[in-house]
């Protein structure tokens, strides 16, 4: 980030301080730490394998827990 000169300083600190952000649907690093600390009710085999998967295809690990279980159902039906 540059410098900023004291007036944009002071600029900035008046409208982060004065104005309500917007919001989007982007998650932060925050909720995204919560996410990935969910995984207690697995086995530390199955913790790692959906760890590495979810690293390595950029998803949340609820969501590879959700494609192996929508997997297993379609094979059952």
Same mark, same amino acid.
């Given at each position: 980030?540059? *410098? *900023?000169?004291?007036?944009? +300083?002071? %600029? *900035?600190?008046?409208?982060?301080?004065?104005?309500?952000?917007? *919001?989007?649907?982007?998650?932060?690093?925050?909720?995204?730490?919560?996410?990935?600390?969910?995984?207690? +009710?697995?086995? +530390?085999?199955? +913790?790692?394998?959906?760890?590495?998967?979810? !690293?390595?295809?950029?998803?949340?690990?609820? %969501?590879? !827990?959700? %494609?192996?279980?929508?997997?297993? !159902?379609?094979?059952?039906?």
């Amino acid at each position: 980030m540059p *410098l *900023l000169t004291e007036q944009e +300083a002071w %600029e *900035l600190d008046k409208e982060l301080t004065e104005t309500t952000p917007e *919001l989007t649907e982007v998650e932060g690093p925050f909720i995204k730490k919560y996410r990935e600390s969910m995984m207690v +009710a697995l086995d +530390a085999l199955s +913790a790692n394998y959906v760890q590495s998967v979810s !690293i390595g295809t950029h998803k949340t690990p609820s %969501e590879v !827990i959700g %494609e192996l279980v929508r997997e297993k !159902i379609a094979v059952a039906s």
